[in-house]
């Protein structure tokens, strides 16, 4: 089975504040994606980043970095300098594909609110 | 180039009455998948299709909800007869099945009120 854990319902920081979002995944599949997405309050599901199971280096995209582990099965999201346009619902997904299985599987997604 | 585009943004409409939603695809791809959101139950996959052909359809809630692809720039889902519990916002999504491309890109979304 496939499945994603986002502990963190709901964050709220104040601007200029550093966040972690954290996603635990489980999968038997050895070739795999992890994903994460942006919903901000307009409603679109907005495309952040893409990770396979064989890259493991961090990525860091501006403000933006990720950290994947698959020794704990992780891949966090972390907002360096929090600005209030970050405040969303961020979802981390995963797409595996053993036995031509290739649904993209969302976690319950983390409500990040930046205050002013 | 044009993203996913869905129809339509908004629609409410009263219980019982058929409901159609419609998506076109990015150009291209050769998946599509049709996803349910809903407070209580998150992201739900509803169905997929490769090729136009539907590969898996047990997200389907239930008789009421069919889809359909006829062409690979067409889909639809159908809901008859609605009912309150189907409001949701519903999204299409696509997918180039190739290592390099395996992101799914997703649609705005089409904003269902069954009242």
């Known amino acids: 089975a496939q499945k994603v854990t986002q502990a963190q319902t709901e964050i709220s920081v104040v601007e200029k504040e550093d966040v972690t979002l954290d996603c635990v995944y489980e999968?038997?599949?050895?070739?795999?994606?992890l994903f994460w997405y942006k919903q901000p309050p307009s409603g679109e599901l907005v495309f952040l980043i893409r990770?396979?199971?064989?890259?493991?280096q961090n990525e860091i995209s501006g403000r933006y970095s990720w950290n994947f582990q698959k020794s704990t099965s992780s891949f966090n999201f972390t907002i360096t300098a929090s600005q209030v346009v970050d405040s969303a619902v961020y979802f981390c997904?995963?797409?595996?594909?053993?036995?031509?299985?290739?649904?993209?599987?969302f976690g319950a997604g983390t409500r990040l609110a930046v205050h002013p | 180039d044009a993203g996913v585009i869905q129809s339509p943004r908004h629609e409410v409409t009263e219980m019982g009455q058929e409901v159609t939603l419609r998506c076109k695809p990015i150009?291209?791809?050769?998946?599509l998948f049709w996803y349910r959101q809903t407070m209580m139950r998150g992201l739900e996959l509803l169905i997929y299709?490769?090729?136009?052909?539907?590969?898996?359809d047990s997200g389907m809630p239930e008789d009421r909800f069919s889809a359909k692809m006829p062409n690979a720039s067409f889909s639809t889902l159908k809901i008859q007869p609605s009912e309150p519990r189907d409001s949701a916002v519903y999204f299409c999504?696509?997918?180039?099945?190739?290592?390099?491309?395996?992101?799914?890109?997703f649609g705005e979304g089409s904003w269902l009120t069954v009242v």
């Open positions: 990770r396979n199971s064989f890259d493991e």
């Open positions: 999968t038997r599949d050895t070739t795999y994606y």
């Open positions: 150009s291209g791809h050769d998946y």
């Open positions: 999504a696509s997918s180039l099945s190739s290592s390099s491309g395996n992101t799914i890109y």
């Open positions: 997904a995963l797409r595996g594909f053993s036995g031509g299985y290739n649904k993209l599987i």
């Open positions: 299709f490769n090729n136009n052909v539907p590969i898996d």
